[in-house]
Each structure stands twice: as C-alpha cells, then as structure tokens.
Antibody, heavy 119, light 108 residues
Framework: QVQLVQSGAEVKKPGASVRVSCKASGYTFTDYYMHWVRQAPGQGLEWMGWINPNSGGTNNAQKFQGRVTMTRDTSINTVYMVLSRLRSDDTAVYHC????????????WGQGTLVTVSS | EIVMTQSPATLSVSPGERAALSCRASQSVSSNLAWYQQKPGQTPRLLIYGASTRATGIPARFSGSGSGTDFTLTISSLQSEDFAVYYC??????????FGQGTKVEIK
C-alpha cells in the first residue's frame, strides 16, 4: 500500500530554513508527482507546489517563489522541501501528498510535519 | 492565480437532512474540480474529482455537480461521520492548484 512517511516536528527561529523529508513506499516512486500542501493552525489548506520525481522538475506557487526548494533522491524514494527565510506565519503542518494519476487530484497524504517558527 | 470561494463558511444541519455546499472559481476551471473532507486531527480525504466523479470507496450520498465557475457538493442525508470541514480545489491546466477556504458542516 502507498505510504508517505515524513520527518519529525521542527522548531525554528525567524529567518532560518527548514527541511522536511517525505519517504515514499508501496509504488513506483518516479511514476507520480508529489505535492506539498500546508495548513496553518485552525486554517485551511494551501497548495505550495509539486515535484516530478522522474525529472526533478518543479512548479511552485508564486507566493513561495524564491523561498521554497523541492528536490528528490530517487535512490531512497524520498522528496525534500526546504523553506527558507522563515517567518512566524510559516508556522503550519506541512504535508507531502501524492496524486492518484490525475495530476493535481491528491489521493495520498503524508502524516504531516509541524514546523513552528518562534523567536 | 485562480481564487476559489466557498460558501457558506459554516453550515448547521441535522442528521438525515440534505446539505449543499457551494464553490465558485474566479475564472473557468472546466470540470477540473475536486472536493475533500477533513476531520479534526486527520489528513484530508478525496471525495470527488472531475467535478462529479466519486473517488474509490466514497458513499453514494456524496455527489458533485457543476462546471466552469460554479460547483456544488451535495450530501443527500447527513450521517454522524459526515460532520467535518469540506474543501474544494481546482486543478485546471497549470498550477497553482488552489483550495477554497473550507466549509464546516456542523450538527444543528
């Protein structure tokens, strides 16, 4: 079965960077795009971007341009999301999420990684 | 960027009643519209994609309709497990694939 297992919670200071990892299993890693979606406490879902694990190509929401980097390591079926120049309003649960074949339609979700930005 | 607007923000419904949730796009997204359900402490669950196609395992009481800019998620007879927050999301053409702000369905 498809599993997406993310790294643990992080606490960062404003201005720092955070890296969240997401290890995939149960399917062919390079066959499906991986998305990153975040959810601030008590708020809605925010789509951040995706990575094509096959080519490494990415597409990010303009809001995060210049601050977010998505990469992958096909040898260990893992994608990474780095968010830099953190602000307090970046405090959120960050999810990796995989679509089910229709690009953009998310079927599988990682458990989420809480990133807290606080001085 | 396409803005997705959901209404109402909160919908109070009695068990067994019908609920209709609205989602409007700021420009046409054709039928590239999905609905998700999220319960507290859980990750979202895909309900509907292609505006009207139920995802695997989703009960028939959930139905989706609409195209272009106006969409509706209907729950024909609310069960206790349906009280949750519902999000629409477009995936038309190129990203960003934005979500609506959510509609909370609560017990009346």
């Amino acid at each position: 079965q498809v599993q997406l297992v993310q790294s643990g919670a992080e606490v960062k200071k404003p201005g720092a960077s955070v890296r969240v990892s997401c290890k995939a299993s149960g399917y062919t890693f390079t066959d499906y795009y991986m998305h990153w979606v975040r959810q601030a406490p008590g708020q809605g879902l925010e789509w951040m971007g995706w990575i094509n694990p096959n080519s490494g190509g990415t597409n990010n929401a303009q809001k995060f341009q210049g601050r977010v980097t998505m990469t992958r390591d096909t040898s260990i079926n893992t994608v990474y999301m780095v968010l830099s120049r953190l602000r307090s309003d970046d405090t959120a649960v960050y999810h990796c999420a995989r679509d089910g074949g229709v690009r953009g339609v998310i079927v599988y979700w990682g458990q989420g990684t809480l990133v807290t930005v606080s001085s | 960027e396409i803005v997705m607007t959901q209404s109402p923000a909160t919908l109070s419904v009695s068990p067994g009643e019908r609920a209709a949730l609205s989602c409007r796009a700021s420009q046409s997204v054709s039928s590239n519209l999905a609905w998700y359900q999220q319960k507290p402490g859980q990750t979202p669950r895909l309900l509907i994609y292609g505006a009207s196609t139920r995802a695997t395992g989703i009960p028939a009481r959930f139905s989706g309709s609409g195209s272009g800019t106006d969409f509706t998620l209907t729950i024909s007879s609310l069960q206790s497990e349906d009280f949750a927050v519902y999000y629409c999301q477009h995936y038309n053409n190129w990203p960003p694939w934005t979500f609506g702000q959510g509609t909370k369905v609560e017990i009346k």
